[in-house]
């Protein structure tokens, strides 16, 4: 594994997708296993009337955010707002502390409705008459933007499209930030949303596949993904004495036939999400530690790793095992303690990105 | 922060298919624009674009967006110049950092026009876009193993891609990045500048009292830029230049207007100074952001007068367009040429002296004698983002 | 519905002016900085509104700016520009 020369404490998670929004919603989807699905009408003859998917609810920005200012802000940039805002609440940094924090937002699709509207906008009403707004709403950095705006975090700020490796891609970012000493405090994570045509493209590609109602993740064999939502949000800090919830202090990404993947942590947490291409990879895995895996309770997308970073922060401040534990498991269910969990994404041409989490010696209950 | 050595630079743009032509034609003052070559649109008026010449699409083989074409092309002269094999660098943490606006956006016109009318579209559009980030298919390409991300920064994701490969390579995380910008002409684009009212229907005027927009253009450029451990064991290839530098500031005013007094812009130039250690008096010249919008010049001259007023400074978008994710790797370029070559173009569309403004662009191709430059770069959501740069040993 | 009328629904409904009604919006209040407190992007969106529904141009914000001041400055300049 490689280790940071700076581990990265984990000072606040905010998480919100088809589970609700908060710690406490995330973490009773994750006792269940998994969260209700909503059926989504298509809008399109070809396939499923309805396909289920994980929906996200923004009504709690409100308490944040006054209800003039998000007038001209779609969903997509709205979640990343609450993402940010529950992460900060639960860091316990009040917006007035926010002018030196870096902001990274990693996003695999973008602003994928707004930007299927300015496109109908343009074919609609013809190129003279295409929606500025639209357009404006629709560029990838559009969610950082909005909290730089609304936090007034006027430090560096960036944007990141690379996937499913969009987390781990976002994290080395932060990881030179805190360990150069650019800022002390960063802000990073995830923002991914649903629309009828990626819904359209997911059922093109999988025609031949029953439509699951949830992920069957160790079902390798089997598409079982369901499309969602959602953002997770981390606050990331250079002082261990905030790491509430311990540490990020490894990460890697790579090609796996390179690299062999080595995991050194007591769980391992996968990010299989029903997408059978990428189930053979993760079936092959050989690892002496117990697996778990939460896809079922946010669903598939992108930024999916975001929330399993969230996961792995929980369970290590917790000292429980959420989601689903791999059946034969090697080791008895029961854990007693541990120090450490890893995250471990694996994705197409071969590219995996591995993260670990320790607990902090002394960090405060 | 360390000299961070580059050994290797890829460009192409309107002005040129390499450095050397895009200089050459820059100082003949070329400017190379035209109707857009590979789409239509219908505006009152056209607006002029600057379209990279002589690179034609690929055949329908490769599912490729133009913009990774364009990156992978950039980074494969830039390979070239720095004298590494494929498996050399396979040997070593590599890393890949590309910035791009259209690379990575979903504008899939003709895909949604038919789904919208209940037809069933041929994938290839989804397909190609799943395929095409720019950083994954520079990292396939050449087999690499390190971290690999497109930023996502609009016209600042150049800049902040080779800033923070420079982090990277600071960090240790890696010993090599391949670093850069790319971003194709494209409809979605064309149109939506237009409705922001911001697309000039004549060639573009930088800093000019009748400046009324910008023009779109398109290219790539790349760095390679090597850490002091990698450096030492190859002192037999001259250095390019250095990157000393890298600052960045969010103005957090307004999605597409600047802050009216360079927030942002400030502190991303203080960060660069005090992280390189340079002195500002120091600088041969700034290459600035300067598209020819209203806004965007106003808030750079300020910028200038009060912080840099007695350095030379120009815009070369007048010769390129304005290359969004790629403006800011090209004029790195650009800023790192011109230091070897101790001469600037002119600023390229002056005419008259906006009163409003104390600093004037350079108005004739100018020698400057120095080793250090400064690359600007002003983005939608309010990122700003500098680069220090040093002379390098040709 | 008069121009007025039809310019105060647009600004409600394509701007997503959610707490305001028609009636709240004078003829003569500034729509821009004070009064309604509309932006730079706002005025953009409006001159594409304007070309939508009343076929209209706006080509600029030179000519856009005196237009814009408020709703009775705008119907009025739709108004000549139509050639009533």
Known sequence: MTLLKQPMAIQGIGCIGGFGCGNESFVAALKDGYSQTTPIESTHPTGQRYLPALLANTDRLTDFVPRRSLRRIDHFSRMALLGGYLALEDAGLAVEDCGRIGVIVASGYGAATTTFNFLESIIDDGDSCASPTNFSNSVHNVAAAYLSMQLQALGPNLTISQFDMSISAALYNAACWLEQGRVDTVLVGGVDEHSSLLNYCYQRYFTDSVVAERIAPFNFEQQSAVVAEGAAFLVLSRQPQQAKYGVIDSLVAGDFNQSAVKIDSDLLLIGADGHRSYGEIYAQLSTPQPVYNCTPCYGSLPVGQGFDLAVAALMLRNQECYGIARQPSRESVEVNTFNSVSSLKCTANDQFSLIRLSRQECDHA | ?394 | MTLKEQIKQILIEDLNLEDITAEEIADDEPLFGEGLGLDSLDAVELAVLVQKNFGVEIKDMEEGRPALQSVQALAQFIEEKQGK
């Not at chain 2, 830029?225 to 290839?237: A, D, G, N, T």
């Not at chain 2, 952001?289 to 400074?313: C, M, Q, W, Y």
């Open chain 2, 1 to 394: 922060m360390s000299h961070v050595c580059v050994s290797g630079i890829g460009c192409l743009c309107a002005a040129g298919d390499t450095l050397d032509e895009a200089v050459s034609s820059m100082m003949a003052g070329q400017r190379h624009a035209g109707d857009p070559p590979l789409f239509e649109a219908s505006h009152p008026h056209t607006f002029p674009v600057f379209a990279v010449r002589s690179f034609l699409p690929e055949t329908a083989g490769d599912v490729f967006l133009r913009t990774s074409q364009l990156a992978l092309n950039a980074a494969q002269q830039a390979i070239t110049q720095a004298q590494w094999s494929g498996d050399e660098l396979r040997k070593l943490r590599v890393g890949v950092c590309i910035g791009t606006t259209v690379g990575s956006t979903m504008d899939v016109e003709s895909f949604y026009d038919e789904y919208r009318q209940s037809r069933d579209p041929e994938m290839l559009a989804i397909d190609c876009f799943l395929d095409s980030n720019p950083a994954a298919v520079i990292n396939r390409h050449f087999g690499l193993n390190g971290p690999c991300q497109t930023i996502v920064n609009a016209c600042s994701s150049g800049t902040d891609a080779i800033g923070m490969a420079a982090m990277w390579i600071e960090s240790g995380l890696c010993d090599v990045v391949i670093a850069g910008g790319a971003d194709e002409l494209c409809r979605t684009t064309y149109n939506g500048f237009a409705s922001l009212q911001i697309n000039s229907p004549v060639l573009s005027r930088p800093f000019s009292v009748d400046r009324c927009g910008l023009n779109l253009g398109e290219g790539a450029a790349v760095l390679i830029l090597e850490s002091e451990q990698v450096r030492e064991k190859r002192q037999h290839i001259a250095a390019q230049g250095y990157v000393l530098g890298y600052g960045s500031g969010t103005d957090g005013w307004h999605l597409t207007a600047p802050h009216p007094e360079g927030r942002g812009l400030k502190q991303a130039l203080a960060e660069a100074f005090a992280m390189s250690g340079i002195d500002r008096q120091q600088l041969a010249f700034v290459n600035t952001h300067g598209t020819g919008t209203k806004d965007n010049d106003r808030v750079e001259s300020l910028v200038l007068a009060d912080e840099l007023p007695t350095i030379p400074f120009h815009s070369t978008k007048g010769y390129t367009g304005h290359t969004l994710g790629a403006a800011g790797a090209i004029e790195a370029a650009f800023t790192l040429a011109f230091l070897q070559q101790q001469q600037i173009p002119a600023s390229a569309g002056f005419s008259e002296q906006d009163p409003e403004f104390s600093v004037t662009p350079v108005l004739e191709n100018r020698a400057i004698s120095g080793e250090v430059a400064l690359s600007e770069s002003l983005a939608f959501g309010g990122n700003n983002a500098v680069l220090i740069l040093g002379k390098g040993e040709l």
